[in-house]
């Protein structure tokens, strides 16, 4: 439902290095979660996504992981590049017609 | 193998005036969704359309804000009598399904500004 938390809000990390995204929600019931990638003045762009059938997807150096116990999923990125650096954003979905969105991630990736 | 088209990119309007988002969708795609965007904020949905019919328009002002997805043509969400907290990104998805268990893919968004 409506209430997805995101965290942090920013993140910097050395090149290489790995970031980790977070989101809560609260609806039970969800059983999608995507992930997108909004970079200045663009689109979210879609990056990998997840079913509440599965713990865990991975697609090369990004993974998502799915806990529907606790009600949470983060975003692995590994091996950063300066070229991932964006505004993240996690979503929920399932029921009804819309996408509940968290409140973004800056990450930065320091080369 | 055109994306989700918006246009315009930029729309400046005075208060008081109207504004028109146009959103092509992907070939293929007859699921249309509308998000607002402020800024430093994450994407609020606004309604969701199928050709010719509003499927769900529970996140849509009831007063000044419309949208439509003719037959023919774009999907069109209009403001009227902007005023200054209208100024945000538009963002247009399209899905060749429906339901919110399923991708939803952005156009790259309409930026309204409101002078």
């Known amino acids: 439902g409506e209430n997805v938390e995101q965290h942090p809000s920013t993140l910097s990390v050395q090149e290489g290095d790995s970031a980790v995204i977070k989101c809560t929600y609260s609806?039970?019931?969800?059983?999608?979660f995507p992930w997108y990638k909004q970079e200045l003045g663009k689109g979210p762009q879609l990056i990998i996504d997840?079913?509440?059938?599965?713990g865990e997807k991975k697609d090369q150096r990004i993974a998502v992981t799915l806990n529907k116990t606790a009600k949470h999923f983060s975003l692995h990125i590994t091996e950063t590049q300066p070229e991932d650096s964006a505004v993240y954003f996690c979503?929920?979905?399932?029921?009804?017609?819309?996408?509940?969105f968290g409140t973004g991630t800056s990450l930065t990736v320091i080369p | 193998n055109a994306g989700v088209m918006q246009n315009p990119r930029h729309l400046v309007r005075r208060r008081g005036q109207e504004a028109r988002l146009r959103c092509s969708p992907m070939?293929?795609?007859?699921?249309v969704y509308w998000y607002r965007q402020l800024p430093e904020e994450g994407l609020k949905f606004m309604v969701y359309?199928?050709?010719?019919?509003?499927?769900?328009e529970s996140g849509m002002p009831k007063e000044r804000f419309s949208a439509e997805f003719p037959k023919e043509g774009p999907s069109i969400l209009r403001i009227q009598q902007v005023v200054r907290g209208d100024s945000a990104a538009y963002f247009c998805?399209?899905?060749?399904?429906?339901?919110?268990?399923?991708?939803?893919?952005f156009g790259d968004g309409t930026r309204l500004s409101i002078l």
């Open positions: 359309l199928q050709k010719e019919n509003i499927i769900d």
């Open positions: 070939k293929g795609h007859s699921h």
């Open positions: 997840i079913r509440s059938n599965v």
């Open positions: 998805a399209s899905s060749p399904t429906p339901g919110a268990d399923q991708p939803q893919h």
């Open positions: 979503a929920e979905g399932g029921t009804g017609n819309q996408f509940y």
């Open positions: 609806d039970s019931a969800s059983n999608y």
